[in-house]
């Protein structure tokens, strides 16, 4: 089947980063403590803060420029992201 390649690569000295795969059954909420945050949606989701919501279609990326949290993500059925953040050192 189709393979996806998902890498990060920072700038040694300068930030460092962390990727985590998570996975829910239908919701799940995720803080994003880095300076720089990226959401890397597997399946369709909608992320929702602070009142305000975005559906992400799978494949998608959503960035975060300052730590964000708490975001309340749902879907129908399984929950798959990447959640990406990178930190100035």
Same mark, same amino acid.
């Given at each position: 089947?189709?393979?996806?390649?998902?890498?990060?690569?920072?700038r040694r000295?300068?930030?460092?980063?962390?990727?985590?795969?998570?996975?829910?059954?239908?919701?799940?909420?995720?803080? %994003? %403590?880095? &300076?720089?945050?990226?959401i890397?949606?597997?399946?369709? *989701?909608?992320?929702?803060?602070?009142? &305000?919501?975005?559906d992400? &279609? &799978?494949?998608?990326?959503?960035?975060?420029?300052?730590?964000?949290?708490?975001?309340?993500?749902?879907?129908s059925?399984?929950?798959? *992201?990447?959640? *990406?953040?990178?930190?100035?050192?």
């Amino acid at each position: 089947g189709p393979i996806t390649d998902l890498n990060v690569m920072t700038r040694r000295g300068r930030f460092r980063h962390t990727m985590l795969r998570l996975t829910a059954r239908q919701e799940m909420t995720v803080w %994003c %403590c880095g &300076a720089s945050n990226m959401i890397v949606s597997v399946r369709d *989701i909608r992320i929702a803060r602070d009142g &305000a919501s975005m559906d992400v &279609a &799978a494949g998608g990326t959503v960035r975060f420029d300052e730590p964000a949290g708490p975001l309340e993500l749902t879907g129908s059925g399984l929950l798959e *992201i990447y959640l *990406i953040e990178l930190f100035a050192l």
